[in-house]
């Protein structure tokens, strides 16, 4: 069984690898880049049998850079059975703009909400169940830096007791309609018919690895919704996915009023719009006078003192 974890960067990923493998990992560089690749085996089980692949971090599956193109081709050509999908669990609306685009491919999903432990500080609560529903993928909620939830997560996936993925529907309707219309016509074309969905949206999105497949109809079809929304299709999709986004948040996380932080109120002094530009020439000024006046009079007469002020000896 592959596994393949997937996320942000910074969203925890290398820690919960480990956490998941007991770091009995090995490295290598992924085939024609030099981007790390890691792989291991899921601590407990016995017949190693269930293969963990740690990819590249990565904001979408646009392929705009190397770790995007990896992290891209490991999700369509390895073929997956399973891939763990780490959320920072206090940035919902930045995270799960990968995660609509995960739950279209042909293998099943689970989101691993990490950061768990700090939510309570941030003053933020999550409806987990509430979202589990609103996903239609199984949701975990783990800390990889204290531990919490990591038994829950391979016990899930060791039992294979995950939700299957719906490939929920996450588009307005007459997207929707286009969509499915570029899936009939997609499978004539692809040989592999497992990712019609997620070739169809960037089919839709013109993305340059279909360009080629992009007939005369399917152009007229799209030029016309972009009229429509007034953006072209790219931004469609990606307003799409965040509408989508910002709706579960709305309904699945709630924050909490917190007392103000002392940084919070340094912020609003130092980016204030009128008194940013004054602060930051002041703090220069006195830098610049204490490292050329006060600091630099001081380092320059013990420099002067110590190579002039010596004795010369003659051999």
């Known amino acids: 069984m592959i596994i393949g974890l997937v996320g942000n960067q910074n969203a925890g990923k290398t820690t919960l690898f480990n956490a998941l493998t007991g770091q009995n990992a090995t490295v290598g560089n992924w085939p024609g880049v030099t981007i790390e690749r890691k792989e291991g085996f899921i601590r407990g089980s016995k017949e190693k049998d269930l293969l963990l692949v740690d990819t590249p971090g ?10 995007e193109k990896v992290t891209r081709s490991f999700c369509l050509d390895s073929n997956p059975d399973l891939i763990v999908n780490i959320v920072d669990a206090t940035a919902l609306e930045r995270s799960l703009y990968l995660t609509t685009q995960l739950m279209e491919l042909d293998c099943d999903v689970i989101v691993a909400m990490n950061m768990a432990d700090i939510l309570e500080k941030k003053g933020i609560s999550i409806d987990f169940k509430k979202l589990e529903e609103e996903l239609g993928v199984s949701v975990v909620r783990i800390s990889a830096k204290t531990g919490e939830g990591i038994d829950k997560l391979i016990s899930l996936i060791r039992e294979r007791k995950y939700l299957k993925n719906p490939r929920k529907q996450i588009f307005a309707s007459d997207i929707e309609k286009e969509l499915t219309h570029l899936q009939g016509d997609l499978s004539h074309e692809l040989e592999d018919k497992r990712e019609l969905r997620f070739s169809a949206v960037k089919l839709f999105e013109n993305d340059p690895f279909y360009q080629a497949l992009n007939n005369d109809s399917t152009k007229k079809e799209i030029s016309e919704l972009e009229k429509k929304y007034d953006m072209d299709a790219e931004q469609i999709i990606a307003d799409q996915r965040y509408q989508f986004v ?4 709305q309904d ?12 919070d109120k340094l912020d609003k002094i130092v980016l204030n719009r009128y008194l940013a530009l004054p602060l930051f020439l002041l703090v220069i000024g006195l830098m610049y006078f204490l490292s050329v006046g006060v600091i630099g009079s001081i380092t320059s007469d013990f420099i002067d003192a110590l190579f002039n002020g010596s004795e010369t000896i003659d051999i």
């Open 252 to 263: 699945c996380c709630f924050q909490k009023d917190m007392p103000e932080s002392l940084t």
């Open 58 to 67: 990565v904001y979408s599956l646009s392929p705009y850079t190397s770790e």
């Open 246 to 249: 910002t709706k579960i948040k």
